[in-house]
């Protein structure tokens, strides 16, 4: 189906099920009982996921098919951003010519930064790509460029907002109540929603957010192509041997280059959407903690495999905004069946890995999943999955034989 | 007709004059041996011809055209291909994806963006590479990971993949370095097989006297970065000069 491989196609069909289906999905608990903090089923989680999905697939293109581990990622998410406000500042508010010059500055920068970064392989990229971000960072921050402009670019610690005296030369620069116009597509506003109100549940569906599930699944879709095509083998290879590369008479330059353009490019289109969703850009989005967290995502869910990065990112921003939202009050509920000293203690021991404390916990599943799951959550599903699997074989092992003979020759 | 001609070529690493004043003539279809006791420059001539080292001095031409001053993949294209003395392949890779490569570069040249085909697609480059895979004896393995193949199969890959780039010279780094008795004889027959069904020259660097004599035309022994004698195997069998600098033998004894 559309050019791929049965198992990729079953792969992209149930992220697509999964992606369209979300606000049922992340909404399993009824409105106003107690588990319904736990339900991530609102537009501005929603759209983060997959907008940090669409980061960590591009990441993951540079880092798990060439192993060039880039901390300075987040730099190109933070200019896709700028790139998408001014061009709503000076366009109009229809998001995508807005999304594709947040593309293309990310591009441009990432060809600046990945010729000069590519120049080293190894720790020594990674401290590149990371004092090129910082310096973006700080350039963003303190406004340098809108100082010698003399008109703010970045407008500094408060960021670039939208503002009514904005020239919008295709749009309106003020609605005719006097507000801010919104972002949208065509005139079909991102922030509109439609709830489905069914028993004691609410879904709500966003336009915004199937917006940005549909370009999810489009940059899923390329990147699979990638991942199968000549190019996606040659950057393994680059990954594997680049002595053997040099020797097979392949220049790895260019092909490093070109995944870390594509990859910046990813990270511009997710920073574009971001400021799509909510029309402000900030200089903290390209902090080194921004960088890293990409990082985290990608090999918490699997570098190198398809649907890892996805998987990462969706899992990193629950626990961001589900675990963090979990204070004492919650804590005493939960345990107020326990006699009163038991309940205060279960809290006490509990309290530090919830609320503020959501990194502790995010740090500890970390360090289990490098140390257990090297392959990150991709490969704890695999590992079910064959156990399941070898419960069938008991039972059938010759026709899983018969079917193991059969697999090469049907490839 | 010399296929590959070295002229003058001295290298020096600080105090170590590494390769004195080298010459040495490769005829095309030939296949020429370098020997030499451990320090004698055998690697480094061999790094000088491929690009990863630049020699100070001389000169060193490959059908008619300098290789000095290009990068290890621009002298790979013109038609050099190299066998290393532990087999460099994708360890990462299936021995197919492994084979593949090579027939990517020889087809679209050092670089091509062929992002969103698909390889299922490239039905040439899968025969060749499948072709070739059979004539290597290795097709049994084609979807194994390269990494997990026994020492003997991994050069077999290596010299595969090499032979799929189509080279008109193939040098080989001490291609049977470390390996049992049975894997050392079964390269030899791949090699002398090779020699006889394909037009390729062939420069091999050895240690390993049985592999020498058994394969090569010419030889050129090298002691202490400078060529001692080049002659046909039989004459330097008994050349006292050989015999001098591999045992210390001094003319009186």
Redesign the interface.
């Known amino acids: 189906m559309f ?3 049965k198992h990729d196609s079953r792969l992209f069909i149930v992220v697509a099920v999964l992606a369209l289906a979300a606000p049922f999905l992340l909404n399993p608990f009824p409105d106003g009982s107690a588990m319904a903090q736990f339900n991530a089923g609102y537009p501005d989680l929603m759209q983060r996921f997959v907008i940090f999905g669409i980061f960590a697939i591009g990441f993951n293109l540079l880092f798990g098919l060439t192993g060039y581990l880039s901390f300075g990622h987040a730099a190109f998410l933070g200019l896709g951003s700028y790139g998408a406000v001014w061009m709503f500042k000076l366009l109009s508010m229809n998001i995508i010519p807005a999304i594709i010059l947040s593309v293309i500055v990310a591009g441009v920068f990432a060809l600046i930064i990945g010729y000069i970064s590519l120049r080293r392989s190894g720790i020594y990229f990674s401290i590149l790509t990371l004092a090129f971000a910082q310096m973006m960072f700080a350039i963003a921050y303190s406004d340098l460029i809108g100082r010698f402009v003399g008109t703010p670019i970045t407008n500094g610690e408060t960021g670039l907002q939208l503002a009514l005296d904005d020239p919008r030369v295709l749009g309106i620069s003020a609605t005719p109540d006097g507000s801010i116009p919104l972002t949208n597509l065509f005139g079909l506003e991102m922030r509109s929603v439609f709830n489905l109100e069914v028993g004691g549940w609410l879904f709500t569906f966003s336009f915004g957010y199937y917006v940005c599930a549909v370009v999810m699944l489009l940059s899923f879709y ?1 990147a699979i ?2 991942f ?7 950057l ?2 680059v ?3 680049q ?9 790895t330059r ?2 490093t280059l ?1 995944v870390f353009v ?1 990859s910046g490019m990813y990270a511009g289109l997710a920073g574009g959407l971001m400021a799509s969703m909510d029309p402000l850009a900030g200089a903290e989005r390209m902090q080194w903690t921004a960088s890293g967290e990409v990082v985290l995502m990608t090999i918490l869910g699997g570098a190198g495999t398809l649907i890892g990065p996805v998987l990462g990112a969706g899992f990193i921003k629950y626990f961001e905004n589900i675990f963090a939202k979990i204070n004492d009050n919650v804590l005493h509920s939960w345990f107020a069946f326990m006699p009163d000293g038991l309940e205060d203690l279960m809290v006490t021991i509990v309290h530090p890995f919830v609320g503020k404390g959501w990194h502790l916990t995010l740090g500890i599943m970390f360090m289990l999943v490098v140390i257990f799951l090297p392959g990150g959550l991709v490969e704890g599903g695999q590992r079910i999955g064959r156990l399941f699997r070898r419960r069938d074989d008991k039972a059938t092992s010759v026709e899983s034989d018969a079917a193991e003979q059969r697999k ?1 020759a049907a490839e | 007709m010399a296929i590959l001609e070295v002229k003058n070529v001295g290298k020096r690493f600080g105090g170590l004059q590494a390769l004195g004043d080298v010459n040495l003539n490769v005829e095309e279809n030939s296949c020429h041996a370098i020997i030499g006791p451990n320090g004698a420059g055998k690697s480094t001539l061999l790094n000088c011809l ?1 690009g990863k080292l630049i020699p100070d001095t001389g000169s060193v031409m490959f059908d008619g055209q300098s290789v000095l001053g290009r ?4 002298i ?2 013109m038609g050099i ?2 066998v ?1 003395q532990t087999p ?6 299936t021995v197919m ?1 492994n084979m ?3 027939c ?3 087809r ?13 697609h ?1 039905k040439d ?1 899968v025969g060749k590479a499948e072709h070739m895979l059979e004539e290597m004896k290795l097709i049994d393995k ?2 194994m990971h390269s990494a997990s193949m026994s020492r003997g199969d991994k050069r077999r890959l290596e010299i595969a ?1 090499c032979l799929a ?1 189509e080279p008109r010279l193939l040098l080989l780094d001490e291609p049977t370095a470390g390996m049992a008795r049975a894997d050392t004889n079964n390269t030899i027959d791949l090699l002398k097989q090779i020699k006889e069904e394909r037009d390729i020259t062939i420069a091999i660097i050895e240690h390993d006297m049985h592999v020498v004599f058994s394969l090569a035309e010419r030889i050129t022994v090298l002691a202490q970065g400078t060529p001692l004698v080049e002659d046909t195997p039989d004459n330097i069998k008994g050349h006292p000069k050989v015999r001098e600098a591999y045992l210390g033998e001094t003319q009186a004894a």
């Open positions: 050019g791929l491989k390329v192509r990638i199968r095509s000549p190019f996606g083998l040659m393994r290879a990954k594997s041997n002595q053997r590369m040099n020797y097979t008479g392949l220049n260019p092909y070109a594509i090469p | 491929v990068k290890p993949y621009e790979n294209q291909s190299r290393f460099e392949i994708f360890g990462d890779l994806e593949m490569i090579p990517f570069a020889k679209d040249g050092s670089f091509r963006m062929h992002a969103l085909e698909s390889i299922a490239e480059i084609r979807d993949m780039q």
